[in-house]
């Protein structure tokens, strides 16, 4: 079992940051990838980025060079550091990790760029 909750989110103008923050709870969370995924009004839910336990990175080709994940194993924690926003950000953000068979995800965070 493993529980989810994002933070972070927030109004921010186009060109600005905000850091994402997923704290995990319950299995141990050094041995499982973490991923972020998003889903803005009207659309379906996107991948974002992931990092796996060995803090291997990947992300969406709209996000690249732009946001970066990264992991504190001693704060059970996962980062979204999001840089140059854009209004195509707009979205609420969730965190999840997959272990199968099993699906976890938080509440989400709405992220919001607009000037």
């Known amino acids: 079992q493993v529980q989810l909750v994002e933070s972070g989110g927030g109004l921010v103008q186009p060109g600005g940051s905000l850091r994402l923050s997923c704290a995990a709870s319950?299995?141990?969370?050094?041995?499982?990838?973490v991923a972020w995924h998003r889903q803005a009004p009207g659309k379906q839910r996107a991948f974002v980025a992931q990092?796996?336990?060995?803090?291997?990175?990947n992300y969406a080709i709209a996000v690249k060079g732009r946001f970066t994940i990264s992991r504190d194993n001693g704060k059970n924690t996962v980062y979204l550091e999001m840089n140059s926003l854009k209004p195509e950000d707009t979205a609420v953000y969730y965190c999840?990790?997959?272990?199968?068979?099993?699906?976890?995800w938080g509440q989400g965070t709405q992220v919001t760029v607009s000037s």
């Open positions: 999840n990790v997959y272990l199968a068979p099993f699906d976890y």
């Open positions: 319950g299995r141990s969370f050094s041995t499982y990838g």
């Open positions: 990092i796996t336990s060995g803090g291997i990175t």
